[in-house]
């Protein structure tokens, strides 16, 4: 068994889930997730969607993941709100409009800003990625209605992932775990990657509000010491509001983007 001792300072609307609800935690399957169309008057054109947590036509935080079929390319378009990309499965560009082609793989990582101009494709047979917001309702508006609002574009790709573990930095004693900050302060929200080796059998213990995705890779998993497991696999989700334990043995290995207020532990 690994014992994992690793402090982290982390921080669609359409069809529903059927979630493994309480008012302490939540749990997705895969097999769980129903989805809708991002775009209901683009007919079979649309990419499908489905909301994690939140309600992306309101103004809330949300979390959905959206479907794009292979070849997929959307006009020059522009959003009312910064988003954050989680590309879980296939080959994804996101970019300006005259940008030549940059596929991100599975486990890449990109933000862009509400008001700037660009492209949205797909060129995988499965083209899977989780979106989130901070704020909503989430629009897509014209290009002519651009605007800067002070923020940049990020866009990185798996293979520039940058890795912290117990070789890495001597404050991390993480074992065989590893974690790649991505945006957000310590003291407030943040987002980082997660990678549990195969074979991990522990946890991840948060203090409070934490929301995780798995990316890649396959598990079980179980709140706190309830026995019915589920199995994971990407595009599967768990939350929790709470103080607890998110249990999870690993059958290889696993990379998950977790959005986190304040502290959460891996052991």
Same mark, same amino acid.
């Given at each position: 068994?690994?014992?994992?001792?690793?402090?982290?300072?982390?921080?669609?609307?359409?069809?529903?889930?059927?979630?493994?609800? +309480? /008012?302490?935690?939540?749990?997705?399957?895969?097999?769980?997730?129903?989805?809708?169309?991002?775009?209901?008057?683009?007919?079979?054109?649309?990419? =499908?969607? @489905? *909301?994690?947590?939140? #309600?992306?036509?309101? #103004?809330?935080?949300?979390?959905?993941?959206? %479907?794009?079929?292979?070849?997929?390319?959307?006009?020059? $378009?522009? $959003?009312?709100?910064?988003?954050?990309?989680?590309?879980?499965?296939?080959?994804?560009?996101? /970019? #300006?409009?005259?940008?030549? %082609?940059?596929?991100?793989?599975?486990?890449?990582?990109?933000?862009?800003?509400?008001?700037?101009?660009?492209?949205?494709?797909?060129?995988? !047979?499965?083209?899977?990625?989780?979106?989130?917001? /901070?704020?909503?309702?989430?629009?897509?508006?014209?290009?002519?209605?651009?605007?800067?609002?002070?923020?940049?574009?990020?866009?990185?790709?798996?293979?520039?992932?940058?890795?912290?573990? +117990?070789? *890495?930095?001597?404050?991390? /004693? @993480?074992?065989?775990? !590893? &974690?790649?900050?991505?945006?957000?302060?310590?003291?407030?929200?943040?987002?980082?990657?997660?990678?549990?080796?195969?074979?991990?059998?522990?946890?991840?213990?948060?203090?409070?509000?934490? %929301?995780?995705?798995?990316? =890649?890779?396959? @598990?079980?998993? $179980?709140?706190? #010491?309830?026995?019915? !497991? =589920?199995?994971?696999?990407?595009?599967?989700?768990?939350?929790?509001?709470?103080?607890?334990?998110?249990? &999870?043995? +690993?059958?290889?290995?696993?990379?998950?983007?977790? =959005?986190?207020?304040? +502290?959460?532990? &891996?052991?």
């Amino acid at each position: 068994m690994n014992k994992l001792k690793l402090t982290v300072i982390a921080g669609l609307f359409g069809a529903m889930t059927l979630p493994v609800m +309480a /008012d302490d935690h939540s749990v997705i399957s895969t097999e769980n997730i129903n989805w809708g169309m991002l775009n209901p008057a683009r007919g079979d054109a649309s990419p =499908k969607a @489905a *909301d994690l947590w939140g #309600d992306r036509t309101k #103004d809330m935080a949300t979390g959905m993941l959206v %479907k794009f079929q292979k070849g997929f390319s959307s006009p020059p $378009h522009i $959003h009312n709100i910064t988003y954050r990309g989680i590309v879980i499965e296939g080959l994804m560009h996101n /970019d #300006d409009p005259s940008a030549a %082609k940059m596929w991100l793989p599975s486990g890449s990582f990109w933000i862009q800003p509400a008001g700037e101009s660009h492209i949205t494709a797909a060129n995988g !047979e499965e083209n899977l990625i989780y979106l989130e917001i /901070d704020s909503g309702p989430y629009l897509v508006e014209p290009e002519d209605q651009a605007f800067d609002n002070g923020e940049r574009p990020i866009n990185v790709s798996e293979n520039n992932i940058f890795w912290l573990n +117990a070789n *890495d930095a001597n404050w991390l /004693d @993480a074992g065989n775990a !590893e &974690i790649s900050y991505l945006w957000g302060k310590p003291e407030a929200a943040n987002g980082s990657f997660v990678k549990l080796p195969a074979g991990f059998k522990g946890s991840i213990e948060s203090q409070k509000d934490l %929301k995780a995705v798995v990316v =890649k890779g396959n @598990a079980t998993y $179980h709140w706190n #010491d309830q026995k019915n !497991e =589920k199995n994971f696999s990407p595009s599967s989700f768990f939350s929790s509001e709470i103080k607890g334990k998110h249990v &999870i043995e +690993a059958k290889n290995e696993v990379v998950l983007y977790v =959005k986190s207020v304040g +502290a959460f532990n &891996i052991k």
